[in-house]
């Protein structure tokens, strides 16, 4: 059964804090994750990754994945009040090792909420 | 305006009631995914085409659902008899290739099943 897993739920900081969001996965036939930020519409992307190890970084925000230990982290450095947010974390899999039945699952998200 | 959109943005009906949603993909997309997210929760998958043709449903798309891509651009989504549980947003996504796995969201419709 396909899973992949957030924490922290919710996580509530102050301006200039840094967060660490988790994403853990388990799937058949990994091939990639990616994050999204959700606000009060539909999510918009923010990275994709496919290979462990190497840091995706877009500002403030970095990424990385360990397709080793199953697990991707999002860094966001400085926080600001426009960072608040839904974070999603989805795992691009396959069900059959010949690519013809690729799917996305979510994780059900981490709430940033940034203070001023 | 070159993103995916959706239409209506907003749906109100009755239980029992037919609805239907279309969903118009980036235009050189050849994949286009339907997805159904409740609050709190992330999107869950229901199906996808790659061009006219539907190559996955989940188990969660029950017989009342159904979706259609006929020429291969724009997609359609119908739920038939509605029930309450079906309130819900409904997001339509779009990516260029099998190789090129990053999927664009529309605004998603969200529908109220009073």
């Known amino acids: 059964e396909d899973k992949v897993v957030q924490s922290p739920l919710s996580l509530v900081v102050h301006e200039g804090d840094t967060v660490t969001l988790n994403c853990s996965y388990e799937?058949?036939?990994?091939?990639?994750l990616l994050w999204y930020k959700q606000e009060k519409k539909a999510p918009t992307f923010l990275f994709m990754l496919?290979?462990?190890?190497i840091e995706k970084k877009s500002g403030r925000l970095s990424s990385i994945l360990d397709k080793k230990e199953l697990f991707s982290i999002l860094n966001i450095t400085a926080t600001q009040t426009g960072d608040s947010a839904v974070y999603l974390c989805?795992?691009?899999?396959?069900?059959?090792?010949?690519?013809?039945?690729?799917?996305?699952?979510f994780g059900s998200g981490t709430q940033l909420t940034v203070l001023p | 305006d070159t993103g995916v959109s959706q239409d209506p943005r907003h749906k109100i009906t009755k239980r029992g009631q037919n609805v239907t949603f279309r969903c118009d993909p980036i235009?050189?997309?050849?994949?286009l995914y339907w997805y159904r997210q409740t609050l709190g929760q992330g999107p869950e998958f229901l199906t996808y085409?790659?061009?006219?043709?539907?190559?996955?449903k989940s188990r969660l798309l029950s017989d009342r659902f159904s979706a259609e891509r006929p020429k291969g651009s724009f997609s359609t989504l119908e739920i038939q008899r509605t029930e309450q549980g079906d309130s819900a947003m409904y997001l339509c996504?779009?990516?260029?290739?099998?190789?090129?796995?990053?999927?664009?969201f529309g605004p998603g419709t969200r529908l109220t099943v009073l």
């Open positions: 996504a779009s990516s260029l290739s099998v190789r090129k796995d990053t999927q664009y």
């Open positions: 799937v058949t036939n990994f091939r990639s």
């Open positions: 496919t290979s462990s190890g």
């Open positions: 989805a795992v691009v899999w396959e069900r059959f090792s010949s690519g013809s039945a690729r799917q996305l699952t």
């Open positions: 235009s050189e997309h050849n994949r």
């Open positions: 085409f790659q061009n006219e043709a539907q190559l996955e």
